[in-house]
């Protein structure tokens, strides 16, 4: 397994910008599909975006155009930034880490941040 935390975080109003990051220690990074999901208040955990191990991109139907996923293998590291952010985006996001093909499933991701919550006010 490898170590995420994440961070950037906060409050925001709707069409600000976010930009989250997820530093990873403990293994080789670039051996692992990485992805972002969320979680709001009584809801499930649900995926956002992920990126291939060779930066292959993928995303939530919700958010595309709105959300790029980005990783920097060299600096083991990954950024979601969040543009045109709506109340709905609101949640508690977890960066994610796995190996093997890409994939929007939570229990393919065995590597877990602790999250980092991201308010959107109307």
């Known amino acids: 397994q490898v170590q995420l935390v994440e961070s950037g975080g906060g409050l925001v109003q709707a069409g600000g910008s976010l930009r989250l990051s997820c530093a990873a220690s403990?293994?080789?990074?670039?051996?692992?599909?990485m992805a972002w999901f969320r979680q709001a208040p009584g809801k499930e955990r649900e995926f956002v975006a992920g990126?291939?191990?060779?930066?292959?991109?993928y995303y939530k139907d919700s958010v595309k155009g709105r959300f790029t996923i980005s990783r920097d293998n060299a600096k083991n590291t990954g950024d979601l930034q969040m543009n045109s952010l709506k109340p709905e985006d609101t949640a508690v996001y977890y960066c994610?880490?796995?190996?093997?093909?890409?994939?929007?499933?939570?229990?393919?991701?065995?590597?877990w941040g602790q999250g980092t919550p991201v308010t959107v006010s109307s």
């Open positions: 994610a880490a796995g190996g093997g093909i890409i994939s929007t499933l939570p229990s393919d991701f065995d590597s």
């Open positions: 403990g293994r080789t990074f670039s051996n692992y599909k």
């Open positions: 990126i291939s191990r060779n930066g292959g991109a």
